[in-house]
Structure formats: C-alpha cells, structure tokens
C-alpha cells in the first residue's frame, strides 16, 4: 500500500468519494420517508454533485491525516462518527454562524435553522463520517514515513 506523508492515498480518495454519495442517498431516502432531509439537489444539478465530492474529498482531509486520526478514539468507524459530528459543530455551526454574521451569502441564505433542519444536518454528517471512517484504511506504522 503506497502511502504519501501518512496518507493512504487511494483509500482516502474512494472512502470520501463514496460517503460523499451515501451521504446524498441518506438525505434523499429520509427526505421521503421520515418528513426531516431532502436538502440537496442531487442529480438535477451535476454542478452541485461534483462540487459536493470535491467538498468531500477535501473535508475528509484533516481526518485521515496521522496526528488526528490516532487521537480519535475506537475503530475506524467510531473514529469516523466522531469526526462527522465535530465537522458539523465546527463548520456549520461556529464558522457557519459567524459567516452568516459577517456577510457570506451562502450561510445567509441557509436562514434560520429549525430543529429539523439541525437534526438532519448532524445524522447526515455522522452518515458521512461513518462510512468515511468504516472505508478508510489507514496504513501500516512501517509504511507511515514514507
């Protein structure tokens, strides 16, 4: 398994791209069933899915980086539920606020939040960290230097 500064790069990759689309799948079926979800636009907007996989692909990021996913406690997957939690906390939450605060028109136009809108941000984010933390294969302590 070939490693660049820590990474597996090939895992990282497939794992973000694939929870990038359980996490559309996730909004659309519970958007149709439960009431809560049905956020995004999906395939009736390409420019918006591949934006959100690139989005992806870069926010899984600082996950899969050494220094921070040992210091996740449990197995991947738990590692990855803890990460999606704490993504959402820090981005949409903190930083989202504080955007909207100062002027970012795309946390503005996210208006108000309700409970819904929270609840259903938060599980989609965990989603998206579950699957990215039960896919990413981080490598071996020999092959972490290279």
Request: proline share 5%; charged share 10%; no cysteine.
């Amino acid at each position: 398994m070939k490693t660049i500064k820590g990474i597996n790069f090939k895992s990282y990759i497939a794992a973000s791209l694939i929870a990038a689309y359980v996490m559309f799948q996730a909004d659309k079926f519970l958007g149709g069933t439960i009431g809560l979800f049905g956020f995004f636009p999906g395939t009736k907007d390409w420019g918006w899915m591949i934006t959100h996989h690139v989005d992806s692909i870069i926010f899984a990021l600082p996950f899969v980086w050494l220094p921070l996913y040992n210091k996740l406690p449990g197995s991947g997957w738990l590692k990855g539920i803890i990460y999606g939690f704490l993504f959402w906390l820090i981005m949409d939450l903190i930083i989202g606020s504080i955007a909207g605060g100062l002027g970012a028109s795309y946390f503005q136009n996210m208006g108000t939040p309700t409970f819904g809108v929270i609840i259903s941000f938060i599980l989609l984010h965990i989603i998206w960290g579950f699957v990215l933390g039960a896919l990413y294969n981080p490598p071996e302590s020999s092959e972490a230097a290279v």
